[in-house]
């Protein structure tokens, strides 16, 4: 078999289900969220699933899921998990709920620089790598700490109580109103929880469980004999 399917395979089995889940999207099935708790998201612009990515051409790119995103979270702990590729590192949104006042909540990066927000307040502003490729990026909220972990392993932490007002915004992906910019580059399997998960959970997601069966079967490779 190809390269390419070796690593459909692997994909498709190694990351699990985590409790908690309130939206969980992946190119694999589209828009439609995963969790099983909201509705479809949307995708705004020309790009769209391309393989088994988003991809956000940079220009008018994004993805809206119509929940807000303490009320999904329930206002309390909480993780958002995904994977991005942004080959030139270019300042872009990821993820956020930061449409108007009072700005819940966002994820995006100023060239070399991940910022996490809660209500306009900035809680974490990091350097991460500029290798090019895929990376994993979780954030976690745990009531006390802002936790963030890249490629699985923890980076910084920041000591913050307050958790995301509720609004009436929608959660976008790869782009937020009246923030820096559309994302040029891609993104996948993007989570969601109500939890906040702990390093065990967040390399899970980032290298994947040995022996993990998914709960749907994985696509058949063509000539497979057994």
Same mark, same amino acid.
């Given at each position: @078999?190809?390269?390419?399917?070796? /690593?459909? +395979? #692997?994909?498709?089995?190694?990351?699990? =289900?985590?409790?908690g889940t309130v939206l969980h999207l992946k190119p694999e099935t589209g828009l439609v969220d995963q969790s099983g708790t909201q509705d479809p998201a949307t995708y705004n612009g020309g790009m769209g699933v391309v393989g088994r990515e988003y991809v956000f051409d940079g220009t008018n790119d994004y993805i809206s899921v119509p929940a807000g995103f303490s009320t999904i979270t329930g206002g309390g702990n909480f993780s958002v998990s995904f994977w991005f590729n942004?080959?030139? =590192? *270019? *300042?872009? %949104? #990821?993820?956020? %709920?930061?449409? !108007?006042?009072?700005?819940?909540?966002? @994820? /995006?990066?100023? !060239?070399?620089?991940?910022?996490?927000w809660i209500d306009i307040i900035k809680v974490i502003d990091i350097n991460v790598p500029t290798s090019v490729g895929w990376k994993h990026l979780c954030v976690a909220h745990n009531g006390v =700490? &802002?936790?963030?972990? +890249?490629n699985g392993v923890e980076i910084t932490r920041s000591a913050y109580t307050l958790f995301p007002s509720v609004d009436a915004n929608t @959660?976008?992906?790869? #782009?937020?109103t009246g923030s820096l910019g559309y994302l040029t580059g891609s993104m996948k399997d993007v989570r969601v929880m109500n939890v906040a998960i702990t390093d065990a959970q967040v390399l899970s997601l980032y290298e994947g469980?040995?022996? #993990?069966?998914?709960?749907?079967? &994985?696509?058949? @490779?063509?000539?497979?004999?057994l």
């Open positions: @078999i190809t390269v390419t399917e070796i /690593r459909e +395979l #692997y994909n498709a089995t190694a990351r699990p =289900d985590i409790t942004n080959p030139s =590192d *270019t *300042t872009a %949104d #990821y993820f956020g %709920d930061f449409e !108007s006042s009072p700005w819940p909540f966002l @994820i /995006r990066q100023s !060239s070399t620089t991940i910022e996490v =700490d &802002v936790v963030m972990w +890249l @959660i976008r992906i790869g #782009y937020t469980v040995p022996g #993990y069966e998914p709960p749907a079967p &994985v696509r058949a @490779i063509p000539d497979t004999v």
